[in-house]
């Protein structure tokens, strides 16, 4: 336990209190055992540190990694005061709280290092908010193809890339009551499915757990009636139904689907499979129903 030997809770100035002793810090890599990177006793950039270092919250949150580095703190005796971990620039963990806390500007701590010579964490940082603003922007992108019938749905859809799971069975039921009152002709409604599940990343793996969304309402069609609408799709329709059928639980049905297709409309998804690799696997697919 840190100096002072209970647990502080929700004291969001503990640390601070306890830094206000600290004359030097050493700085470490994770693992624990892994080199020194830098010292620093210069009481002025101890300070800035210990600034930088302030708390604005303690949410009750853990982060699963062991942490960026790691800070070793010393009193004016050259003796270990306490140790503190930085986490992405968002948080640390100090054995004075159960739990990590939010930093006020997490990004100081991180430009202190980086002046001082230890500038990967910083990097990092900085590729990782250019990562969430990408994804933010695609996801924007995606919530303006919503049909209009479920953009108040929209915080629900986007929700699952956080809890990592699809819609539950009776959010479909819900959702999908609107969706169907909107749009009574199947055809129409197919056409309207597939040109959202055009939006977002395109991707046909690896995309945002929201983006599959769609294609929990296109499970619902009636294969002919799937059939009719690549028959009548435009070029980003298409692309969507080719989303649909190279998604992975789309898979397990995908003969089905293919066989309903009419040749003209086999011919239209292979037009549009985005890559060489897609295309041929649609192929061979498409061959076996023969």
Known sequence: MAF???????DLDALDRVLA??????VREMPRDAPTLLEEWDPIAVRALRDALRVADLPGFVCMCWGDVVLDFFDAAERPLTTVTLHH???????????DALLADGVRSLEWLAVRGVSVP????????????????????????IPAPLMPYADLFLDTSTT????????????????????????DRILRLCDWYAG?????TGYPTHERIPAQFLDLENRADFARAVDLA??????????????WDSRKHLARLLSALSP????????????????RWLQHRIARLR
């Open 164 to 187: 990592g799971g699809g819609l539950t069975g009776s959010q479909v039921a819900e959702v999908r009551a609107p969706l169907l009152a909107a749009y009574p002709d199947a055809v």
């Open 200 to 204: 977002g990343t395109g991707a046909y």
């Open 234 to 247: 435009d070029d980003r329709a298409t692309a969507g139904a080719v989303r649909y059928l190279l998604s």
């Open 89 to 99: 620039g968002y948080s640390i963990r100090w054995d004075g709280w159960p739990q």
């Open 264 to 279: 003209a409309a086999r011919r239209k998804i292979l037009l549009h499979a985005r890559d060489a690799e897609s295309r």
């Open 4 to 10: 002072g030997g209970a647990s502080a809770d929700g």
């Open 122 to 145: 910083l990097r990092e940082y900085h590729v990782a908010e250019q990562r969430k603003a990408d994804n933010d922007r695609t996801a924007r992108l995606w919530v303006a193809e």
């Open 21 to 26: 002793h600290a004359r030097g810090v050493r």
